[in-house]
């Protein structure tokens, strides 16, 4: 069972895109920490341009992250932010 669905939080919710900056500030890791996550493949992350450096990353990939290293979901949603 999801790790969303026990704790009563709706998916729905959380559906947008993330900097490298907020998902380290959700996580309590450096911007750079969150990069080295994405080059390496284990978090997913999207560029809205080939030109376009930063990387943007989707809350079901940073759902599925957290869910695979058993961190709370309940920080995101003390992340108080709009979403893209």
Do not use: Q, W
Request: glycine letters at 6%.
């Amino acid at each position: 069972m999801k790790l969303y669905k026990i704790i009563n939080l709706d998916k729905e919710m959380f559906k947008g895109m993330f900097t490298t900056t907020e998902v380290g500030r959700i996580l309590g890791e450096s911007p750079r920490t969150i990069a080295k996550y994405v080059d390496s493949g284990e978090l997913g992350c999207e560029r809205r341009a080939p030109s376009y450096k930063h990387r943007l990353i989707p809350s079901d990939s940073l759902i599925e992250f957290m869910e695979k290293y058993s961190i709370p979901l309940e920080l995101i949603r003390e992340h108080n932010r709009k979403f893209y």
